[in-house]
């Protein structure tokens, strides 16, 4: 059974920090690229960050390039998405998916952060 499962959000102020993990199994996680989507409330959902299978290159939506920064841990099989000067506007879910954008294999359950004072 595939299974990816997001973790560490929560609420924070605004300017705060938080990082998040998605840890996978149930496919060979070092075969794929790996992206993080958000859905903010009322909103379709968006990635804002993806990384190669060998953690070699990462690229970036604009909304969130210089702030977020993905890693990943291949014998972990687990994604990370470090999230610094968040903005009330990064208020979403946020959940990994095997792949990049737009073609995904599989995606998770997400965590909920909340930027707000």
């Known amino acids: 059974e595939v299974q990816l499962q997001a973790s560490g959000g929560g609420l924070v102020q605004p300017g705060g920090s938080l990082r998040l993990s998605c840890e996978t199994s149930g496919f060979t996680f070092a075969n794929y690229g790996m992206t993080w989507l958000r859905q903010g409330p009322g909103k379709g959902s968006e990635w804002v960050a993806a990384?190669?299978?060998?953690?070699?290159?990462?690229y970036y939506a604009d909304s969130v390039k210089g702030r977020f920064t993905i890693s990943r841990e291949n014998a972990k099989n687990t994604v990370y998405l470090q999230m610094t000067s968040l903005k009330p506007e990064d208020t979403a879910v946020y959940f990994c998916?095997?792949?990049?954008?737009?073609?995904?294999?599989?995606w998770g359950r997400g965590t909920l952060v909340t930027v707000s004072s």
């Open positions: 998916a095997a792949g990049i954008p737009y073609n995904y294999d599989y």
């Open positions: 990384i190669t299978k060998d953690g070699r290159s990462t």
